[in-house]
């Protein structure tokens, strides 16, 4: 069974950065895409970015340019580089990782952004 954990998320001030991280456990399992979704309060949970085991990414266009998606794929990990935050940017982020047909959840970190 594959459980995903995230951590780094915290309260920063506007323009402040942040690097969230998530470790898949469990050995064996290859990740064709790993992503990161957010969810703001009453919003619906929306794709941050998304990156496959070959490298090759994707972002919204709200984060494009300040945020920057990468994995270590011998650890299982992906990573979420968060630079200029904005208050818009405040959410929980969750990690989610794919290997077909199966597809996995992390329990989700919180940032806050404030002004």
């Known amino acids: 069974q594959v459980q995903l954990m995230e951590s780094g998320g915290a309260l920063v001030r506007v323009g402040g950065s942040l690097r969230l991280s998530c470790a898949a456990s469990g050995s064996g399992f290859r990740f064709d895409y790993m992503a990161w979704y957010r969810q703001a309060p009453g919003m619906q949970r929306e794709l941050v970015a998304v990156i496959t085991r070959g490298g090759r990414t994707n972002y919204a266009d709200s984060v494009k340019g300040r945020f920057t998606i990468s994995r270590d794929n011998a650890k299982n990990t992906v990573y979420l580089q968060m630079n200029s935050l904005k208050p818009e940017d405040t959410a929980d982020y969750y990690c989610?990782?794919?290997?077909?047909?199966?597809?996995?959840w992390g329990q989700g970190t919180q940032v806050t952004v404030s002004s």
């Open positions: 989610n990782a794919n290997a077909p047909p199966y597809n996995y």
